[in-house]
């Protein structure tokens, strides 16, 4: 079984900074894509980051500039830099990992971390 903890969001005011983290723990062979993912009230889930294996990076036009998506493979990790924040950047943020283990390649979600940006 392979499961993500998020840690790091929270409260800031605008132009303010957080870090996320979010961590793999369990059966890994190896993580391809880990990504980055926000929710707004009343929103669909969308793509804030992603950085492959070959830490190739891609980023929504929204959030170019001000955040930054890293990873750290010896501790299957992946962090996302947000800086410069905005109130729209408000919402629930959740980590993605394409986990390849025994059982093939899982696409694995952690369980979510708030974010308020308030103005």
């Known amino acids: 079984q392979v499961q993500l903890v998020e840690s790091g969001g929270g409260l800031v005011q605008a132009g303010g900074s957080l870090r996320l983290s979010c961590a793999a723990s369990?059966?890994?062979?190896?993580?391809?894509?880990m990504g980055w993912y926000r929710q707004a009230p009343g929103k669909q889930r969308e793509l804030v980051a992603v950085?492959?294996?070959?830490?190739?990076?891609n980023y929504a036009d929204s959030v170019k500039g001000r955040f930054t998506i890293s990873r750290d493979n010896a501790k299957d990790t992946v962090y996302l830099q947000m800086n410069r924040l905005k109130p729209e950047d408000t919402g629930v943020y959740y980590c993605?990992?394409?986990?390849?283990?025994?059982?093939?390649?899982?696409?694995?979600w952690g369980q979510g971390t708030q974010v308020t940006v308030s103005s």
């Open positions: 993605n990992m394409e986990i390849v283990n025994g059982l093939g390649l899982l696409s694995t």
């Open positions: 369990g059966s890994i062979f190896r993580i391809n894509d």
């Open positions: 950085i492959s294996s070959g830490r190739f990076t």
